[in-house]
């Protein structure tokens, strides 16, 4: 039984972009800020996958960048700023809240809101449906 759910806990896990040890840093805390950064970008090719699950061409080229930025002292506001400038909103893991994106912070409130009424709005006429007086 063990088994098999380790398989399928295996089999469930995404599939980590595979690095080549020639591209990480010496320094492990560097190595560790460019981890962490790689988690905070989104692929731009790939739906929903960040740069450091993706396999694609342009997710290794934009971890070379951030590698290559963070060793030439760049700190991680910056690079995360010019990949922004060049990529757009998109390339942000967590989109910024501004007027631009109040509808997609505000969808899932909206959502329950209407929702919830529905379920009371319903319940109130199978109250009174079920009420002989």
């Known amino acids: 039984m063990i088994r098999v759910f380790l398989a399928l806990l295996l089999l469930s896990t995404p599939a980590w972009a595979m690095q080549d040890p020639r591209e990480i840093l010496a320094d ?18 790939c739906q929903n996958q960040s740069i450091a699950e993706s396999d694609a061409a342009i997710a290794r080229d ?3 960048l951030v590698r290559d930025r963070i060793e030439s002292g760049a700190s991680d506001a910056d690079i995360i ?6 990529y757009g909103d998109f390339v942000l893991m967590t989109p910024p809240v501004d007027p631009r994106t109040w509808i997609l912070w505000g969808m899932p409130i909206i959502i329950l ?8 709005r319903s319940l109130r006429r199978a109250a009174n449906m079920d009420d002989p007086s």
């Open 28 to 45: 492990p805390v560097q190595e560790s800020r460019a981890q962490d950064l790689f988690h905070d970008l989104r692929c731009v090719v």
């Open 62 to 64: 934009m971890r070379k």
């Open 81 to 86: 700023n010019e990949l922004h400038r060049n």
């Open 113 to 120: 809101g209407l929702g919830g009424f529905v379920a009371m």
